[in-house]
Every structure is written in structure tokens, then in C-alpha cells.
């Protein structure tokens, strides 16, 4: 079908606002499909180059870290993905998130909202007096004989005005629920990419002091937190990152803990 004159597609509209030498030049807008991730996927395999962006209006299977889903309503949101083919181990993959966090930190920040970052990889936004979740980054990489084939940078970010259902709306909140009116999700695409391409290339040649100096900018510190380990738990403070990027919590008796992973659950 013909586009309607006058027409301009997500295509032209996003290409016209980039500054970047690979990040979206290779780009795809979908109506909807089940994952921006898995979409991408399909189409590394097929020969994506380094940078190719897919986006969705909405996600059937949504999902985010720990298996999570991830709530994609149509229209109202960023929910993008983008391809890098790094020439790195496998090993320095875990600040990468880190280093996500911070781009998407900056651009918010930007656009008058003031995130802060959850390691390791929520986005989170002052709401009714406590912090709330308003986006998330899952990277997922595809492997053979060891080395890294491609890695899928996956983004959510909640931007119009979204009516979360009960469960979700105790601690999630929109761009579209604090600020009238709020970016446009275009706009905020152009400058993840734009700020995303310069950080990824400082990443890659300086490694993870890079990434942490930058999310350490707008961490989330301070509050108290339970991490289940294993068949035990850990109680403590948020205090800081340590070089590897694992999260350090000091408990009650003034010992640091490194937590490599798992889902950190914020005492209130
Ligand atoms: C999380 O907070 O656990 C991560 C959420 C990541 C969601 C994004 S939306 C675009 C991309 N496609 C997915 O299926 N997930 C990521």
C-alpha cells in the first residue's frame, strides 16, 4: 500500500534527526510483533550490520531480565533494540548495561526528567514521594565456539501516559504521567542513538572503568536492599559499584558485599 500523501514514515522522520555514523541507519519499524529483541535476532542472523534499530508500536511477548514480562501496550512507549557485533569477550559484556543506563539517564535528564539508575539495570523516575520504575534495558547475546556473534541491546521505556494495571502501578510510572506534555517517543529515539553511538565507541576502546564512571553519575545509592544469594540472603545498603561493575552492599555490621547478580528488592 502507498503511504497517504503527506506521509512521513518513522523511517524518514528518525533518519533526518540522526548524527550518527551506524546507530539506525539500518532501521525497521514494526506495528507490532512479539519481541524487539527476538525481531532482531532474526535479522542479525540474515546480516544486519552493526547498528541496525528495530522498533515496535507494541510487543506481544514483551520481556525483560530474570524472564520478566515486559508490559507493551501499543503506542504509548519506546521499545527498541539495537544490534552491535563488538569484537570483545564475553566477559566485558556485564558493564554494557551499565553503561545503557547512563545513555538513557542523559536523555531523560535532557528531556526535564530527573532517572536514576537501579543496578543493574532499571531506570527509575521520582513519583508519589518514592522512586519508580520507568524503563529497563535487557542485552542478550548470541554465541558460537565462545565468541560473541552479535549482542542485542533491548530498551523499554515507558513514555505517554500509561494507565499501569494494579500491581504494576505501585511501581512503575511514565514520562507521560510526570511531564505535560511528554517527549515524543522519535525524539527520545534520535537521542538514544545519537548519545549511545559516542558512549558504545568510548566503551569499546577504554572498557569498563568508562561504563561505570558514567552510570556511578546517576546511580541510585543509599537505600537498603535484599538480595536472595543461593539459600541465603543479603541484607544491606546500596553503597556503590566495584571496578567489576557488581553492586556493593554494606550490611548492618559495616561488611561489603559484591553481587554479581539476581534481583535486588528495595527495602521501603
Ligand atoms: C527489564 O527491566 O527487566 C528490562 C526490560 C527491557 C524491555 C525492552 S522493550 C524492547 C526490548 N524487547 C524486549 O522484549 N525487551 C526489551
Known amino acids: 500500500m502507498k ?4 506521509f512521513v514514515s518513522w523511517q524518514d522522520t528518525l533518519a533526518a534527526g540522526l548524527n550518527t555514523q551506524r546507530m539506525g541507519r539500518a532501521f525497521r519499524h514494526l506495528p507490532e510483533c512479539s519481541s524487539t529483541n527476538d525481531e532482531l535476532a532474526h535479522w ?6 552493526e547498528g541496525a534499530v528495530i522498533t515496535a508500536d507494541a510487543q506481544a511477548a514483551g520481556r525483560g531480565r530474570l524472564g520478566r514480562a515486559w508490559h507493551s501496550p501499543p503506542g504509548a512507549n ?6 552491535l557485533r563488538p569484537s570483545l569477550p564475553m566477559m566485558s559484556l556485564p558493564p554494557l548495561t551499565l553503561l545503557t543506563g547512563a545513555v538513557a539517564a542523559e536523555v531523560l535528564a535532557a528531556a526535564g526528567a530527573p532517572a536514576r539508575l537501579k543496578w543493574p539495570n532499571d531506570i527509575m523516575l521520582p513519583a508519589d514521594g518514592r522512586m519508580k520504575k520507568a524503563g529497563g534495558i535487557l542485552i542478550e547475546a548470541a554465541t ?3 565468541r560473541i556473534r552479535h549482542v542485542i541491546v533491548g530498551i523499554g521505556l515507558n513514555v505517554g501516559p500509561v494507565d499501569f494495571p494494579p500491581g504494576l502501578r505501585e ?5 507521560g504521567n510526570l511531564l505535560s506534555p511528554p517527549p515524543s517517543r522519535m525524539a527520545l529515539l534520535q537521542a538514544l542513538l545519537n548519545t549511545f553511538e559516542a558512549a558504545y565507541e568510548a566503551f569499546s576502546a577504554e572498557g569498563a572503568p568508562y561504563a561505570l564512571a558514567r552510570w556511578r553519575r ?5 537505600q537498603l536492599c535484599r538480595v536472595a544469594r543461593d539459600t541465603t540472603e543479603v541484607e544491606g545498603r546500596a553503597v556503590g559499584v566495584d571496578e567489576t561493575g557488581a553492586l556493593l552492599l554494606e550490611d548492618k555490621d559495616g561488611k561489603r558485599h559484591a553481587i554479581l547478580s539476581g534481583e535486588v528488592i528495595t527495602k521501603l
Not at 503511504?3 to 503527506?6: E, F, I, L, V, Y
Not at 546517576?218 to 543509599?222: I, N, P, Q, T
Request: hydrophobic residues 50%; proline residues 10%.
Open 78 to 83: 519506546l521499545y527498541v533494540s539495537i544490534l
Open 144 to 146: 558460537s565456539q565462545g
Open 3 to 6: 503511504p497517504a500523501p503527506g
Open 218 to 222: 546517576f546511580a541510585w545509592l543509599g
Open 171 to 175: 511501581i512503575a510510572v511514565s514520562l
Open 44 to 49: 542479525a542472523d540474515e546480516g544486519a550490520p
